[in-house]
């Protein structure tokens, strides 16, 4: 199909870091082909309209960022809105706000003041985890015994299958803890959700740029690799080496979507369901992403799974076991001059939309 073209660099995967990339070194005059072996662009930030609904096919995503370039950068490809996120915690049928902060505290212990709430969990949090080695100690030592209960454990050994004992401290770290009335998930400085959604952000990213879908680079592997000076690898940096030292692991996802006819169901984006006896972990209501007010509405119940082969690897687990493993991959790469291997896949790594784009920008062109 491409017989007697040559391209400066072969992207592998349309995602963030793909397309980022690509757009980039496009304008620094290289000359670029993406590739994707699913039918759509954008990896896990495309989405899907349904009743005239931007729907987060693969999970809410919510740009947020304090870096000023990358805000500037993003906001000169596509409008974004000023969608807040603002989640709420249902457990046992009482709601909570999240993250963590005064109203959530409120609602858990009637304290109204900052000191008091502080006193409550001074005196939950357990002595001795100063420096605490896995995310229950974590958590424990952070919010106490009350939060970790209602509003963390369940939540998270849903969310990644794993005993909080055996995951690492930094995933907890993710969530702000406040002792002030805000319900703002994030600190950063910026946020919101492209206006006309993802797809647009991506489609402008790669005007221009030769991309084919339903196109697998380990179809081809030979064939590829010839076909350009260097290679931009954004999948599976296992598969990537043919699994020499044995398989990284990853959380999927599964998405239950449902079309009602009603303009609102729970009046909120996102509910998080912290209690372990609830399958899923999340209800996405994804009109309320931008604001919408048509009739309907779509809603997706999150079913967190282990990865098996065929399904989407979503989550990078970074425990010991898989970093040390990743850690064998990442030294081979680094002795391959001709490739980038860049984002969540491969570069293992828990990564927000910012930081893979952060990243991409600053990848050499030559
Ligand atoms: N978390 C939790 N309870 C919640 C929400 C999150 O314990 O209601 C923990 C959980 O371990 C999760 C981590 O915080 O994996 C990070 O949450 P975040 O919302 O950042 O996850 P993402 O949106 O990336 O899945």
Redesign the pocket.
Known sequence: MLVGKHYDYLVVGGGLYGSVFAHKAAHSGKKILLIDKRQTLGGNTYCEKIEDIIVHKY??HIFHTSNKEIWNFVTSIVQFNRFTLQ?L?NYKGRLYN?PFNMNTFYALWNVKTPQEAMEMINQQKVKGSDCPEN?EEQ?ISLVGNDIYKI???G??EK??GRNCKK?PPF??S??PIRFTYDNN?FNDLYQGIPIGGYNELISRLLTGIETHCNTDFFDNRQYFEDIADKIVFTGRIDEYYNYKFGKLEYRTMRWDTEIFDIPNYQGVAVV?F?DAKVPYTRIIEHKHFEFGTQSKTVISHEYPQEWQDKCEPM?PINDDKNNSLYNKYKALSNKQDNVIFGGRLAEYK?Y?MDKVIESALSAPVR
């Open positions: 999970g809410p989640p915690a999240l995310l958590a509003l963390i454990k939540y998270t969310q990644w995951l995933i907890i993710r969530l998930y998080n912290t989550y828990y927000d």
